[in-house]
């Protein structure tokens, strides 16, 4: 095709202008839908015009491409120039993560692409995801509908749950906790189709960003809807150094909102405008704010309520205007979704203030910005710590930890940290298949609560006003630590109050979070099973025998091939959650080499690593290792007795220490001598 320089220019000129203004005001995401239906639209005209689909990279020069991008509203794709050195730079990460690897500052950083390991598979080949258009084919088959797959694979009638035996509750929601670290994908800004303008909560067609999950005939619960709703993953700008620009032209990227960096951006937030609305900017010591309205029994604090009100979360029932219990604020917007979620996040505030308030009264001259960044770099040493040592091991197995990721060996400015599409996207979603159907609430013999009974999970969603007249954290921690954890079970892959009663707030009805996720990784072009045990070392599976020999389970093989037709097909997410686990793991193959891939990289990719040398001094990194997230139960909740591994599943009180038995952090290892004021030294050299 010869290309019209007039056409194209010209064109760009006038698709954009409509909404310009808007995309400006908006946020990049905003502006990444604006960019990615300007391209959309002129590939609508093209193909309309020359009766064929015309590739954007033959449509539009990368130069082109660029401008329609920065005429979107959105940033620039190449920043910062320069990253700044020397002085508080070398000590303290950035909130957003920028300049973390000084050669590609932007590696890791918020609000930036989603790392691409497999390009991404589109029936478009460009942005349309997997089952968009009716009767494609892969490997001979269409994909069947995420809710059909669903309804014959995640459940099995009569079969129930497993227990763990080895591990707790806590390791479930520890996975949801840390998975909340290091990804956000959000979803479109937009709540209508574009072309259309029609609201994507009441039509069935697909037309960007609408991608509704279809219900297939005769499902028990659905059944009289033609489909659920669903709206697409925000796409992303240009962004990053200039090899990398021309893949993101050719095929829709999705964004990592924050951080990838296992750095408590759950607590500290992943932009500077958060950050300074979690903290407390009176204080002396660097604390971050904590609700004012209400504390527990023991006066342990609450977080902050949200400052617009009314909020979306769900109320007492029978209780007026003046008694509503507000969403909680917190470094990740998803607090509130569940309320071991919202526990959790609510005991790092508490700690990060225990620890400002050491810190600053070892160290009088330290300012509130000290003690706050020197506070923040330890709750963000623990997060690492809690993760890498104690938990990772649990869900890989030590043969696969010690393969995939190995002892530390120094930070590489040559590995890029930020999170992967695959891992966000699918591998570490592997827990949503052990999440139990009912949260526990213990009392201090870690049986049932007599005025707190335990709660069905749907009870749980959205719902602070339990935290705050139910008893607090303390019943709910004692349940994470004295349960056990729900076991993968290959013939009840998820409970039905995930299937059947999740709750979304902008979405006024119960829907499936399995046909979410697997409609999640179509949305994002995710490749086949194949594709990616190619990618991790392992051989192709081929055929219905070749799928036995990793799945054991003969009937679950029979559906999966029913529906999928062939093992190509089989959608990632599902493909890892039903292989068999590695010996001692909580995964299988597949899921343990993304899992161990991705963990390595933020380890070895994080200049501010915990263990990097320099960050800590010797001293200060053995106190680090002594301390636990039961010690942080101990301290910063009513919770008197834990087991010394807060994953590994005790019976009460034999496996229970008092918090006086666990060890402690030191905080004196961070004790410093104030430097003596210059005219101070003169006086005293002249009464010498």
């Known amino acids: 095709m010869v290309r019209s320089r007039n056409y194209t220019q010209s064109s760009c000129l006038q698709m954009f202008a409509f909404s310009r203004q808007a995309a400006a005001t908006q946020g990049i995401s905003r502006a990444a839908e604006v960019f990615q239906m300007t391209l959309q639209l002129l590939k609508d005209e093209a193909r309309r015009r020359q009766k064929r689909s015309v590739p954007v990279a033959e449509l539009l020069s990368m130069e082109e491409v660029e401008l329609i991008a920065?005429?979107?509203?959105?940033?620039?794709?190449?920043?910062?120039?320069?990253?700044?050195?020397?002085?508080?730079?070398?000590?303290?990460?950035?909130?957003?993560?920028?300049?973390?690897?000084?050669?590609?500052?932007?590696?890791?950083?918020?609000?930036?692409?989603?790392?691409?390991?497999?390009?991404?598979?589109?029936?478009?080949?460009?942005?349309?995801?997997?089952?968009?258009?009716?009767?494609?084919?892969?490997?001979?088959?269409?994909l069947p509908a995420v809710r059909e797959v669903s309804n014959s694979i995640m459940q099995s009638s009569g079969q129930i749950t497993l227990e763990d035996e080895a591990y707790s509750q806590l390791l479930v929601d520890w996975g949801q906790y840390i998975d909340h670290d290091i990804s956000f994908t959000p979803q479109s800004t937009s709540k209508a189709a574009f072309l259309e303008g029609l609201d994507c909560l009441h039509m069935c067609e697909n037309s960007d960003p609408c991608f509704p999950i279809q219900i297939p005939p005769h499902d028990k619960l659905f059944g009289s809807k033609s489909c659920l709703p669903f709206f697409r993953s925000s796409p992303a700008c240009l962004s990053g150094p200039a090899h990398t620009l021309q893949a993101?032209?050719?095929?829709?990227?999705?964004?990592?909102?924050?951080?990838?960096?296992?750095?408590?951006?759950?607590v500290y937030g992943h932009s500077v405008d958060l950050e300074n609305a979690l903290r407390n900017l009176s204080s002396s010591e660097g604390l971050l704010a904590v609700n004012s309205k209400y504390t527990d029994h023991g006066g342990h604090p609450y977080l902050p309520f949200v400052s617009l009100t009314p909020s979306a979360c769900i109320q007492q029932p029978s209780t007026g205007p003046r008694e509503r219990v507000e969403c909680f604020l917190a470094g990740d917007s998803r607090v509130n979704e569940i309320l071991p979620l919202a526990a959790l996040h609510t005991l790092w505030v508490r700690e990060h203030n225990r620890i400002a308030t050491r810190l600053k009264q070892l160290n009088a001259h330290w300012s509130s910005e000290t003690t706050y960044q020197e506070t923040r770099k330890i709750i963000g040493a623990l997060h690492q710590i809690i993760t890498m040592r104690d938990?990772?091991?649990?869900?890989?197995?030590?043969?696969?930890?010690?393969?995939?990721?190995?002892?530390?060996?120094?930070?590489?400015?040559?590995?890029?940290?930020?999170?992967?599409?695959?891992?966000?996207?699918?591998?570490?979603?592997?827990?949503?298949?052990?999440?139990?159907?009912?949260?526990?609430?213990?009392?201090?013999?870690?049986?049932?609560?007599?005025?707190?009974?335990?709660?069905?999970?749907?009870?749980?969603?959205?719902?602070?006003?339990?935290?705050?007249?139910?008893?607090?954290l303390d019943p709910i921690l004692r349940g994470l630590l004295g349960r056990p954890a729900?076991?993968?079970?290959?013939?009840?892959?998820?409970?039905?109050?995930?299937?059947?009663?999740?709750?979304?707030?902008?979405?006024?009805?119960?829907?499936?979070?399995?046909?979410l996720n697997l409609q999640r990784g179509r949305d994002h072009g995710l490749p086949g099973y194949n594709d990616w045990r190619v990618f991790c070392g392992y051989d192709r599976v081929e055929s219905k025998a070749d799928l036995r020999a990793v799945v054991r389970d003969r009937a679950l093989v029979e559906k999966l091939m029913d529906l999928y037709g062939h093992p190509n097909n089989i959608d990632v997410w599902l493909a890892g959650?039903?292989?068999?686990?590695?010996?001692?793991?909580?995964?299988?193959?597949?899921?343990?080499?993304?899992?161990?891939?991705?963990?390595?990289?933020?380890?070895?990719?994080?200049?501010?690593?915990?263990?990097?040398?320099?960050?800590?001094?010797?001293?200060?990194?053995?106190?680090?290792?002594?301390?636990?997230?039961?010690?942080?139960?101990?301290?910063?909740?009513?919770?008197?007795?834990?087991?010394?591994?807060?994953?590994?599943?005790?019976t009460y009180p034999e496996d229970f220490l008092l918090c006086s038995s666990v060890p402690s952090l030191d905080l004196n290892a961070w004790k410093e001598e104030p430097e003596k004021d210059v005219s101070d030294l003169d006086s005293a050299e002249r009464h010498v």
């Open 70 to 142: 920065n005429l979107s509203g959105c940033p620039p794709a190449f920043q910062p120039a320069s990253c700044p050195k020397g002085g508080d730079s070398e000590k303290y990460r950035t909130i957003s993560g920028v300049c973390n690897n000084r050669n590609n500052p932007l590696w890791g950083a918020a609000s930036t692409v989603l790392a691409r390991w497999l390009p991404a598979e589109y029936e478009d080949g460009e942005s349309q995801p997997k089952g968009w258009n009716t009767g494609h084919q892969y490997s001979g088959f269409q």
């Open 248 to 266: 993101q032209m050719l095929q829709r990227q999705q964004i990592n909102l924050i951080t990838s960096f296992l750095d408590a951006s759950t």
């Open 391 to 472: 938990y990772i091991p649990k869900i890989l197995g030590k043969e696969a930890f010690d393969q995939t990721i190995g002892p530390y060996e120094g930070y590489d400015e040559t590995i890029n940290p930020s999170v992967s599409n695959v891992f966000a996207t699918a591998a570490f979603r592997f827990g949503h298949a052990t999440i139990s159907a009912q949260m526990r609430r213990l009392n201090e013999s870690f049986q049932e609560h007599p005025h707190f009974s335990s709660l069905s999970l749907h009870q749980t969603f959205f719902s602070p006003w339990r935290i705050i007249r139910e008893g607090g």
């Open 486 to 515: 729900a076991r993968l079970n290959q013939q009840h892959l998820m409970t039905e109050e995930l299937t059947e009663k999740l709750v979304v707030l902008n979405i006024p009805e119960a829907l499936d979070l399995a046909a």
């Open 577 to 650: 959650l039903v292989e068999d686990l590695l010996p001692g793991a909580r995964t299988g193959p597949l899921f343990a080499c993304l899992i161990g891939k991705q963990m390595k990289m933020l380890r070895e990719g994080d200049r501010f690593w915990w263990e990097k040398p320099g960050v800590f001094s010797s001293r200060q990194r053995q106190e680090l290792q002594r301390h636990s997230l039961s010690r942080v139960f101990c301290d910063s909740s009513g919770v008197t007795e834990v087991p010394l591994d807060p994953f590994t599943l005790g």
